[in-house]
């Protein structure tokens, strides 16, 4: 089964798409995010043997795509 998950927002630079998925990465100012969110996210995914990744065009949106095993 595949997920994708799209938007038509600005976009992820290439600098922090290489990092999205660090914990406590996050571009937001301190106070206004953890940076848990897609490890967390990616651990989850993981675990039930499937694969999560990204794609971003900057100034054009965003992509994400999780893939999870069909039983």
């Known amino acids: 089964m595949q997920i994708t998950i799209t938007d038509t927002g600005i976009g992820i630079p290439g600098e922090s798409l290489n990092r999205i998925f660090d914990p406590f990465?996050?571009?937001?100012?301190?106070?206004?995010?953890?940076?848990?969110?897609?490890?967390?996210?990616?651990?989850?995914?993981?675990?039930?043997?499937?694969?999560?990744?990204?794609?971003?065009?900057?100034?054009?949106g965003t992509r994400i795509v999780v893939t999870l095993p069909a039983e």
């Open 25 to 60: 990465y996050t571009t937001k100012p301190p106070g206004k995010g953890t940076g848990l969110g897609l490890t967390v996210t990616r651990n989850i995914v993981n675990t039930y043997g499937g694969e999560i990744y990204c794609q971003s065009d900057p100034g054009n």
